[in-house]
């Protein structure tokens, strides 16, 4: 299982949001630069890397973080936020993102998300699947759709998609432990996809549980920050 450190970009500063509501955002560092680079000299190969401000603009802000760190490391990016068309998605390969996440408009726009598959190739293009009670979230996880989980993830994998990552939004900056059930259960119903939790890892316990169910990745933001997770804990993932 890959550990992948997550950095959220608010005007250009490490930032995590509690279960996305800008309005409880707490500020940790104003380098990410800094960051992702301490996250390498602990052996931390992939970047979870997140434009919350391209998200509200609907189109990417922070391209620039994102080509300094892939500049200044070897780190391998995911990239995402205010990713609405292909241009932009162009824009942050062209920046160094070795791939994007499709947030909300995998579930707005399939058949936009379904073109850039088969235009970039699974391998670039990650699927984020947010739910809330094991159904989709949308709109800023405001809300949530009639679609469960499992259909979409099975829709996604039939239309050429490969690697997913699976947000708790209620979890999400709270530190109450991942929806290890859920996973388990779409472990068994979806054993062709690349799974990559995220969202409540609070402990090294719970890393040590997701891994032991078959997750490919884990997703782990606040933990690191707050201290309840260590890089040095980390150490036999990385």
């Not at 000299?41 to 080509?67: F, I, S, T, Y």
């Not at 990713?83 to 579930?107: P, Y």
Request: charged letters at 20%; proline letters at 3%; a negative charge.
């Amino acid at each position: 299982m890959e550990i992948i450190p997550a950095i959220d970009l608010i005007n250009g500063q490490c930032v995590r949001l509690t279960e996305g509501d800008f309005a409880q955002q707490t500020t940790y560092d104003n380098d990410p630069l800094a960051v992702a680079q301490r996250f390498e000299q602990h052996g931390v190969r992939r970047l979870h890397l997140v434009d919350l401000d391209g998200a509200r603009a609907k189109q990417p802000v922070n391209l620039p973080v994102l080509e300094r760190i892939a500049r200044h490391t070897r780190l391998t990016i995911d990239f995402g936020g205010g990713l609405q068309s292909e241009q932009a998605l162009r824009q942050a390969f062209d920046a160094g993102a070795h791939q994007i996440t499709a947030g909300s408009i995998a579930v707005r726009e399939p058949e936009t998300v379904r073109g850039w598959l088969q235009t970039f190739g699974a391998d670039r293009v990650i699927v984020g699947a947010d739910f809330r009670d094991n159904r989709i979230a949308i709109n800023a996880w405001a809300e949530q759709s009639e679609r469960t989980l499992q259909e979409f993830l099975m829709d996604y994998l039939e239309a050429g998609a490969t690697t997913f990552i699976c947000t708790d939004v209620s979890k999400d900056g709270k530190l109450q432990g991942p929806a290890l059930d859920t996973y388990q259960h779409l472990r068994q119903q979806a054993p062709a996809a690349r799974l990559v939790a995220s969202g409540g890892v609070t402990t090294i316990a719970d890393v040590e549980a997701l891994a032991a169910s078959g997750m490919h990745g884990a997703i782990i933001g606040k933990a690191i920050y707050e201290g309840t997770i260590t890089l040095a804990q980390l150490q036999p993932w990385l």
